[in-house]
């Protein structure tokens, strides 16, 4: 009696010790995950988020047509009310759109956890580690590449609405009360109308209603309500003509590696895309066995049963949709289902299959696969996925840093076409409907940054110019009407990760300011002169006339902090960037050396929108990204003295080189700033008063992605 005692007891002590392990890696997983989400914040609209600045005036002046424009194939009816209750309510800082994004995503997975929780058939450990490492694998910190983006707030909007539609039909089966009904029809409308995948839960609604045996009365009102709803959801539809159904069913194989590799995100990209498919018909064959096991047992009909393979079937009617508007055959890499803003689904998803495993596993009494052996093997498993998903992760921020150093431009009151394009692929649009968030106070404007241009740097504390700290200017670059200033500083000193910086023209006036973006330091300025750790990214404007620059970090906020001068004073780059406005057509009597290598033929990827060259330019690629060469074009520069030219080139910078030089003595008048992964092209202008000027663009580089075009010599103001 005492042994068995005892062995209870050791039990007992090592299945609390797992529990509380389990628990403190969830806590520390949400921990990060937040941290991660508030990093990540850009405070500027960013790709699609952009159409609610187009829609600021409807929102404002309550034009309610404006929530049943689409937005490709969708009616985002839902998700549009957060967006204009954002405006009106949160000044546009796009923050309540993430914070019920999250929110959603949260209640989903508590939906899916509790269905098994409250199963009390199968023991209390079993459900606690089936739930915590649910929500270890859910909140695992790359889940922040989809929460991080507001305006992908109706995957989340959808998925709770799939699940609670589920739950409420479930439970109306179970009660025959006609209000749960009401709520499965209210749920099924907010995810119909928040993401357009949502129209095929209507068909699982009823083939559901019919498996859990709801009354005829029942299923008669929510038949009736499908076709209410998905009638009203097409009333002057635009259809779009990218949707294919026929060709799911004339690429079979296709269509199952998309399936399949869209199931295995994130950690179908651990290796290959091979790698990805095997994992995902795992995931699926996990389904199936579990599915027939359990009907053998007669259990399909239990709440979690029906719960979890219900939300797997939508995941799969989702993959389906997405397959017939994305699915391209002759991609065998099916890269179309790795998209990071679809990732809340396929994470969703592992963690309904995991919680499934852990049920089944309990209820079917498993002796090789119980509740011990699962939680160690999906531990295992999950900590070498999430560790090696790291630099995947990281790189899939990229998009994040890009946009908020563009914010930061935004901020000291400039817009360069090309650091624009990185939160939008056209300027254009970006420079109609940024205006009046700016005018309005909207967004990051609402903080009023404007304010400080021109002031002194006694405004921001207590300057002092002995004190020099730690860092320096390591780069200085021209953009539209300023300029970009990258540096380090020693932030020990600080005890602030994120000091802001101020930048000062030689009268001590504050010409522009910045910080390290939360998000991390772009790749494109990484150098061995730059600690990524102690990075910060500003930018000055040329409004105020300035001759050199310095840069000083503020210890603090307000007037008793000091404001510390970096070392090193920087003179202002020659070049400039030319908004479109200054620039004219092609300057003539250019004489033109262009090696054999070059020619007039197209460009890999022609950019869309931004700045277009008035002539047919000349370029390196000539189909090939291993072509060197050298475009020369000498010529005398107007009256004005002042002369641009247009540049475009690759994703890589390697080998790369444009620069106006002094054709009489050689001397170097400016050299072109060339970034990495810039998209669109961009103008620079310099004033000179030599005699005769030479444009001299180089391509020495010959691997992929490294190939230049360039404009003639244009006349600028």
């Given at each position: 009696m005492s042994t068995n005692t005892s062995e209870t007891a050791r039990l007992f002590h090592v299945r609390t010790i797992i529990v509380c392990c389990l628990a403190l890696w969830l806590g520390h997983t949400l921990y990060e995950t937040v941290q991660r989400l508030m990093d990540l914040y850009i405070p500027i609209p960013m790709g699609d988020y952009w159409r609610v600045p187009q829609f600021l005036k409807a929102y404002q002046t309550w034009q309610m047509g404006v929530f049943w424009k689409q937005h490709n194939e969708h009616r985002i009816v839902f998700p549009e009310i957060f967006?204009?209750?954002?405006?009106?309510?949160?000044?546009?800082?796009?923050?309540?759109?993430?914070?019920?994004?999250?929110?959603?995503?949260?209640?989903?997975?508590?939906?899916?956890?509790?269905?098994?929780?409250?199963?009390?058939?199968?023991?209390?450990?079993?459900?606690?580690?089936?739930?915590?490492?649910?929500?270890?694998?859910?909140?695992?910190?790359?889940?922040?590449?989809?929460?991080?983006?507001?305006?992908?707030?109706?995957?989340?909007?959808?998925?709770?609405?799939?699940?609670l539609s589920l739950l409420f039909l479930k439970k109306t089966a179970d009660s025959g009360r006609a209000l749960y009904l009401v709520l499965t029809i209210v749920m099924a409308v907010v995810a119909t109308y928040s993401s357009g995948n949502g129209l095929l839960l209507w068909v699982l609604l009823l083939?559901?209603?019919?498996?859990?045996?709801?009354?005829?009365?029942?299923?008669?009102?929510?038949?009736?309500?499908?076709?209410?709803?998905?009638?009203?959801?097409?009333?002057?539809?635009?259809?779009?003509?990218e949707t294919n159904v026929l060709a799911l069913f004339k690429h079979p194989v296709s269509f199952l590696g998309f399936t399949a590799t869209y199931l295995s995100m994130p950690f179908g990209k651990l290796i290959s895309p091979g790698f990805g498919v095997g994992l995902g018909l795992l995931n699926l064959?996990?389904?199936?066995?579990?599915?027939l096991k359990l009907w053998r047992a007669k259990l399909l009909g239990t709440l979690p049963a029906v719960i979890l393979f219900s939300f797997y079937v939508f995941t799969l009617l989702?993959?389906?949709?997405?397959?017939?508007?994305?699915?391209?055959?002759?991609?065998?890499?099916?890269?179309?289902?790795?998209?990071?803003?679809?990732?809340?689904?396929?994470?969703?998803?592992?963690?309904?299959?995991?919680?499934?495993?852990?049920w089944t596993a309990a209820r079917l009494h498993g002796r090789i696969f119980h509740a011990v052996t699962l939680t160690l093997l999906y531990s295992v498993l999950l900590a070498i996925g999430t560790y090696k998903l790291r630099s995947w992760r990281e790189a899939n921020e990229q998009p994040f840093v890009d946009a908020q150093v563009a914010a930061l431009h935004m901020d000291v009151g400039l817009s360069d076409s090309t650091l624009e394009a990185r939160i939008f692929p056209s300027p254009e649009f970006v420079d109609l409907f940024a205006p009046p968030l700016r005018s309005q106070h909207l967004a990051m404007f609402m903080l009023r940054h404007d304010r400080w241009l021109g002031l002194k740097l006694s405004d921001f504390g207590d300057p002092m110019p002995d004190k020099t700290i730690a860092g320096g200017i390591t780069h200085l670059a021209a953009v539209e009407k300023g300029t970009e200033v990258v540096g380090w500083v020693d932030t020990a000193d600080l005890r602030n990760p994120y000091p802001l910086i101020l930048l000062a023209n030689e009268k001590g006036q504050v010409v522009g300011w910045g910080r390290r973006p939360a998000a991390g330091f772009p790749a494109d300025w990484r150098t061995p002169e730059t600690p990524p750790h102690e990075a910060w990214i500003a930018y000055a404007?040329?409004?105020i006339p300035s001759k050199s620059i310095s840069a000083w970090a503020v210890?603090?906020?307000?007037?008793?902090?000091?404001?510390?001068?970096?070392?090193?004073?920087?003179?202002?780059?020659?070049?400039?960037?030319?908004?479109?406005?200054?620039v004219r057509g092609l300057i003539p009597d250019v004489t033109l050396r262009v090696d054999r290598t070059w020619g007039q033929g197209a460009i890999p990827v022609p950019p869309l929108w931004g700045w277009q060259p008035p002539a047919t330019p000349y370029?390196?690629?000539?189909?090939?990204?291993?072509?060197?060469?050298?475009?020369?074009?000498?010529f005398a520069p107007p009256a004005n003295g002042c002369v641009s030219a247009g540049v475009l080139h690759g994703p890589s910078i390697g080998g790369l080189s444009a620069q106006f030089i002094d054709a009489d003595t050689g001397t170097v008048l400016a050299n072109f700033p060339l970034r990495e992964h810039d998209n669109v092209w961009s103008v620079w202008k310099v004033y000179t008063h030599v005699r005769r000027v030479r444009f001299v663009a180089t391509d020495n580089g010959k691997e992929w992605g490294q190939w230049i075009a360039v404009s003639g010599p244009l006349f600028c103001n």
């Open positions: 967006f204009a209750m954002d405006v009106l309510l949160g000044h546009g800082r796009m923050i309540l759109p993430t914070v019920v994004s999250v929110l959603c995503y949260a209640l989903t997975w508590g939906v899916l956890c509790a269905t098994v929780a409250r199963d009390r058939t199968i023991p209390i450990f079993d459900r606690c580690c089936g739930v915590l490492v649910a929500g270890v694998l859910a909140f695992w910190q790359g889940s922040t590449l989809a929460l991080a983006q507001p305006f992908l707030l109706e995957w989340p909007l959808m998925q709770v609405g799939v699940v083939g559901l209603a019919f498996a859990v045996r709801v009354e005829k009365r029942f299923i008669v009102a929510l038949a009736l309500a499908a076709v209410v709803f998905v009638g009203l959801y097409f009333a002057g539809y635009q259809f779009s003509g064959g996990i389904v199936v066995l579990s599915a989702t993959i389906a949709i997405t397959a017939a508007g994305r699915m391209d055959p002759a991609d065998q890499t099916f890269i179309a289902a790795t998209v990071t803003r679809y990732l809340s689904v396929p994470m969703l998803n592992w963690a309904a299959v995991v919680l499934l495993c852990f404007n040329s409004a210890a603090g906020h307000g007037k008793r902090h000091p404001v510390l001068p970096i070392e090193g004073v920087r003179a202002l780059p020659a070049i400039e960037g030319a908004p479109k406005a200054d370029n390196s690629w000539q189909e090939r990204d291993d072509h060197t060469g050298q475009f020369v074009a000498e």
